[in-house]
């Protein structure tokens, strides 16, 4: 048997694995020995063996035949067939109507990510888009205007921290988006456990609440940008402004007081949903704590506002001088400091098109305009890369439709998704357990630095291969100047330049304990000395790219102000059964009370509305409309109901388990096209969608 020391890569936290391989046989342990995460894994990581066995899997390339059904073809056969059809569209319409879509899984593979976008700039893709624009690219678009760079996101010093405010943030059951720490809950317990206090703020009381993880503050949907401004303001006219750090490292300082001034507590009250003394009173505990820290989420992302919130939660942190502060928020450079890469570009992002003022954020258009693209034969061709956007994006229904216009769909995938099933070529990427691989999403993202390397844990099963190799060899045929060849050539040169900073090398990691080399802590200094990127070294309190933007915020709150009472909000949730929309074909997570997503709703909201649970209802909204089941949940604020998101595979009938309990597409019901995404970040407005519900 051999024991091989490897890494989860389904989301931030890596957990570190060993794998057990007895005569091709995987079983996934937690790596005990590991120096950083000591033994913690996940349920999700160690049942991956699941997904590398599932019969479902795409295991051979599969080109559609005129009958439109699917015959497995060689790999030669594929590339040679692809690269002639690229070719052809290329030399009649420009290399501008090939289009790319990357998925949520290739931002951790760190081989395939890398030439994923080196083989889209060789092509001449004009036209990218990417799962980014529907979780977190308000983040990169923030951090881009205040900071200088799309990678500077300061995590909480979660070892020294008296209080930390997570607002939008379940961390029991997803961990914690861009921080890589594997026990998040136990951060939690160990801030309470010496004294300190953790603030949960959501529209639901997540199940990362308790007397040992902290009390939460239910708000509503979509107002988190009102409540963090009313704290602002709070801070200030109560004197708690540390004035020394704003003057040594802000700029635009008065612009940022005259906004957030135009929502104090007792005017955000009524549209934030808590009491202008509640809102004091964490405005209170943040600004008056011996240190205190923010984390904000998806929750908060995924709001029409989402980069005005990710802005004023790094606001909150300056203006009471916790940015760059012990026990605050902080970068962590790592192995890297990635954050000297990504610098702002010096002019202004947007351009104008057919479909209104655009910009890119982190390479990627709204997702949200995809079937726009489609429709108006800008795009005739499409590369969908470890994604599945009929599932993942607004208006599913107008996309599946626009697919059909394409010239030409290629699906690079490990599943047969619903999208693989609308393509014409369909090519078997490799798991995680069948590659190598340097944890290089963490860069700026650990509380604890290390740097840590796997080799492939066995070989590829089948015809399966990795996304690298994919991309060079069809790059190979058309001729194109890629830098990684099919040989591997090129492949890790600058994951090799990176660690080198560190003095640390892939083969040093292969001969360290668990792959893992530990790496000295973040210091507070480093924020301002090496994470900063603006040409004057100074924090842009508010940048003028958000002039706009700032004029919007009152028409929303005057929207907002003016919902009828009864209004329901839909939210979405996660659950310990599901991973957006590739943990659905996974046998043992199919449980009795997960064979479906429901729609939950708050005991006083259906009691109004004459509805009982399990009966099935009709949920309606300006998007669409979907039939699901109810369920009761008294963790719900009153006026909000919320459903699991990728679900939906009735149109996925390879995957057997999957579509034996379909669920429903709760993206259905999400606004699409234009106006339905925030223009300064192209994230896609998904949470806090009005709604409507009655008996179906």
């Not at 390339?61 to 070719?87: H, K, V």
């Not at 979780?135 to 921290?161: M, Y």
């Not at 040594?248 to 929502?263: C, K, M, N, P, V």
């Not at 924090?539 to 002039?547: A, Q, R, S, T, V």
Request: aromatic share 6%.
């Amino acid at each position: 048997m051999r024991r091989v020391h490897t890494f989860c890569r389904i989301c931030e936290p890596h957990c570190a694995l060993v794998a057990e391989v007895d005569e091709g046989q995987i079983r996934l342990l937690p790596d005990r020995g590991h120096p950083v995460h000591r033994g913690f894994a996940c349920h999700k990581g160690l049942k991956f063996t699941e997904v590398h066995e599932d019969p479902d899997r795409l295991n051979h390339p599969r080109r559609r035949t005129g009958t439109g059904t699917f015959e497995n073809i060689a790999w030669p056969e594929a590339l040679d067939g692809l690269a002639e059809r690229l070719s052809i569209l290329s030399a009649t319409h420009g290399p501008e109507s090939i289009g790319v879509y990357f998925g949520n899984p290739l931002g951790f593979n760190s081989t395939g990510k890398d030439t994923a976008r080196k083989f889209a700039r060789s092509l001449g893709v004009r036209y990218a888009f990417g799962s980014g624009t529907q979780d977190c690219a308000n983040k990169f678009a923030a951090s881009e205007a205040v900071f200088g760079t799309v990678n500077l996101h300061p995590i909480p010093d979660f070892e020294h921290t008296s209080h930390l405010l997570v607002i939008g943030a379940n961390p029991r059951i997803s961990h914690l988006s861009f921080v890589q720490m594997a026990d998040g809950m136990g951060a939690l317990r160990g801030i309470v456990e010496r004294g300190g206090t953790v603030r949960h703020v959501n529209p639901r009381r997540t199940e990362s609440v308790s007397a040992a993880t902290g009390d939460v503050v239910r708000i509503k949907p979509d107002t988190d940008l009102y409540l963090l401004a009313a704290m602002i303001d709070e801070t200030r006219r109560q004197g708690w402004i540390d004035w020394d750090i704003l003057e040594r490292h802000g700029e635009r300082i008065d612009a940022l007081f005259a906004f957030t001034a135009r929502f104090p507590a007792e005017r955000a009250a009524p549209v934030v949903g808590i009491e202008a003394d509640a809102i004091r009173a964490l405005a209170r505990e943040f600004a008056t704590a011996e240190a205190a820290s923010i984390h904000v989420s998806t929750g908060v992302n995924m709001g029409r506002q989402g980069t005005l919130a990710y802005w004023l939660a790094q606001m909150l942190s300056l203006v009471t001088g916790n940015l760059g502060r012990r026990g605050g928020n902080l970068y962590s450079p790592g192995y890297f400091p990635a954050a000297t890469v990504g610098r702002r570009p010096a002019e202004d992002p947007f351009f104008e098109t057919e479909f209104g003022a655009l910009r890119t954020v982190a390479g990627n258009l709204p997702a949200n305009l995809l079937a726009e693209h489609i429709e108006s034969g800008k795009v005739k061709a499409l590369i969908v890369m470890a994604g599945n956007p009929l599932l993942s994006v607004g208006g599913g229904a107008r996309l599946r439709r626009a697919f059909d216009k394409l010239e030409l769909c290629v699906v690079i995938d490990i599943y047969p998704s619903a999208t693989a099933e609308l393509a014409d070529y369909a090519l078997p990427a490799t798991d995680w357990l069948e590659r190598a691989d340097v944890n290089a999403l963490s860069l700026g993202f650990q509380p604890k630095p290390f740097a840590q390397h796997t080799d492939a844990v066995v070989a590829p099963k089948f015809e399966r291969r990795p996304e690298w190799w994919i991309l060079a060899s069809l790059a190979e045929r058309l001729g194109l100047p890629l830098p990684v060849k099919p040989d591997g050539t090129g492949l890790n040169a600058r994951h090799d330049r990176q660690l080198a900073t560190a003095g640390l090398s892939r083969e040093r990691l292969r001969q360290s304990p668990s792959g893992t080399e530990v790496l000295p802590p973040p210091t507070p200094e480093a924020l301002f000395e090496i994470g900063v990127q603006n040409p004057d070294g100074r924090i842009d309190c508010c940048p003028p790219l958000f002039e706009s933007a700032l004029h919007r915020a009152e028409e929303l709150f005057n929207e907002l102000l003016s919902e009828p009472a009864s209004q329901l909000k839909l939210i979405t949730l996660r659950t310990n059964t599901m991973l957006n929309s590739w943990f659905a074909n996974l046998p043992s997570l199919k449980r009795d009370y997960a064979l479906d997503n429901p729609l939950y709703m708050n005991p006083e909201d259906a009691e109004r509305l004459g509805l009982r649970a399990s009966e099935e209802v009709r949920v309606e909204s300006a998007g669409g409309a979907v039939i699901a089941t109810l369920a009761l949940d008294d963790s719900l604020r009153p006026g909000v109901v919320a459903m699991t998101h990728g679900w939906g595979h009735g149109a996925s009938p390879a995957l057997k388990v999957a579509s034996n309990h379909p669920g429903v597409n709760v993206n259905a019901l999400l606004p699409a096209g234009a106006g339905s995404f925030e223009p300064l970040s192209n994230q896609a407005h998904m949470t806090g969608i009005p709604v409507e519900v009655r008996a179906a």
